[in-house]
Nanobody, 115 residues
């Protein structure tokens, strides 16, 4: 099994920044893609950004230009730098790691953007 531990969430004012981190541990044979999803109250979980093993990135919606995803393969860690945060970014953010054998989810970290 692969364990994912997320950190970096919290309360921030509109226009502020946060950096989320997700560390993968356990039976990691080969990580393919790593990504971040979010789920706001009453809404479905949606992709925020993903990064493939070769480094290519994919962003959904309006996050492109405000959010930056990156990964450190030596540390099995994926990051999400979030700038210019808006109240509509408020959600639980989940880390997602796909290996050659399965897809794994973290427990989620709450991000609240409010004045």
């Amino acid at each position: 099994q692969v364990q994912l531990v997320e950190s970096g969430g919290g309360l921030v004012q509109p226009g502020g920044s946060l950096r989320l981190s997700c560390v993968a541990s356990g039976r990691i044979f080969m990580i393919l893609a790593m990504g971040w999803y979010r789920q706001a109250p009453g809404k479905q979980r949606e992709l925020v950004a993903s990064i493939a093993s070769g480094g290519s990135t994919n962003y959904a919606g309006s996050e492109k230009g405000r959010f930056t995803i990156s990964r450190d393969d030596a540390k099995n860690t994926v990051y999400l730098q979030m700038n210019s945060l808006k109240p509509e970014d408020t959600a639980v953010y989940y880390c997602n790691v796909a290996t050659v054998t399965n897809v794994n989810w973290g427990q989620g970290t709450q991000v609240t953007v409010s004045s």
